[in-house]
């Protein structure tokens, strides 16, 4: 039904910055909150940045100032600007979207993509 495809992780030096991006496609009426959630082993999934079709933003407290969320309603993306990043944020990066698939179905299903790897070297 839908797809979430994540580009632009890699490999960035401490105090470097790298850009995110997430396109989604399928069949669907529309998308309402997105966001980037961060996974490392042994830790569970935590939530980075969302942001909702009208624009209202949330960020984890430790990169509040340092990311921004934004996104594209019209292209259905979403994309992660991370700057001075740390060690610390190493790890997988999910894009995730709230998807109503038709006009049929009042409700909203959740979406992961497959993830991009982050690493911030010291």
């Known amino acids: 039904q839908v797809q979430l495809v994540e580009s632009g992780g890699g490999l960035v030096q401490a105090g470097g910055s790298l850009t995110l991006s997430c396109a989604a496609s399928?069949?669907?009426?529309?998308?309402?909150?997105m966001g980037w959630y961060r996974q490392t082993p042994d830790r569970q999934r935590e939530l980075v940045a969302t942001i909702t079709r009208g624009g209202n933003t949330k960020y984890k407290d430790s990169v509040d100032g340092r990311f921004t969320i934004s996104r594209d309603n019209a292209k259905n993306t979403v994309s992660l600007q991370m700057n001075s990043l740390k060690p610390e944020e190493t790890g997988r990066y999910y894009c995730n979207a709230n998807v109503r698939p038709s006009m049929e179905v009042f409700a909203y299903n959740t979406y992961w993509g497959q993830g991009i790897e982050v690493t911030v070297s010291s």
């Open positions: 399928g069949t669907f009426i529309g998308i309402t909150t």
